[in-house]
């Protein structure tokens, strides 16, 4: 009778290394500050300029009418109205001497005459006319000059970067498991004939 042979195995047993990681999410930060703005509105400058008027006051007409006016005014009316009184006191002469000739008349006029030896010329206004505008008013505003000149708007504006910050976050790499290889020698069998 034949042997049946068998033939030895080895068993083979490999682990894998395991690799183990660890690690946490890093922390990013963003930061953006406003832009820097300023803005300067510079008054206007606004000049005005207005002159003193000019007041006239013409009140000759006033004085003339009190006969207190000017020489030349005074003379002035008694030369303008001095034929006028001369035929008056021509035709008061001539009125006196008939009846100085009317015999009829009852009346002394000779007597009469000579009560009235101060001669006084009543007629004789050297004043002005009267009149409620005599006083003559007249009023000149002077210029008024308005320059009014805008100052520009001053605008100053700046940008500013972001401000950025990182923390990384922790990364640890370890070994879990090592590889191994493990060899299994088959059992020895003893074979008796």
Avoid: C
Avoid at 2 to 21: C, H, K, S
Avoid at 112 to 132: L, N, S
């Amino acid at each position: 009778m034949r042997g049946i042979v068998l033939a030895p195995q080895i068993q083979i047993q490999q682990t894998y290394a395991q690799l183990g990681i660890d690690a946490d999410i890093g922390t990013q930060h963003i930061e953006q500050p406003r832009p820097t703005f300023e803005m300067k509105q510079p008054r206007a400058q606004l000049e005005i300029e207005s002159p003193e008027g000019r007041l006239e006051v013409d009140s000759s007409k006033a004085w003339d009418a009190l006969g207190l006016g000017g020489h030349l005014n005074v003379m002035n009316n008694i030369y303008s109205m001095a034929p006028q009184i001369a035929q008056q006191g021509l035709a008061r002469i001539v009125e006196e001497g008939n009846r100085m000739a009317d015999l009829t008349n009852p009346n002394n006029p000779f007597a009469e005459f000579a009560e009235d030896w101060r001669r006084t010329f009543p007629e004789f206004d050297f004043r002005g006319p009267a009149a409620y505008n005599n006083v003559s008013v007249t009023f000149t505003p002077g210029d008024l000059s308005i320059r009014a000149s805008a100052s520009p708007v001053e605008i100053h504006s700046e940008v500013n970067p972001p401000l950025l910050s990182y923390d990384r976050g922790k990364l640890d790499i370890y070994m879990q498991q090592y590889n191994s290889v493990k060899f299994t020698p088959p059992p020895l069998v003893s074979l008796q004939g």
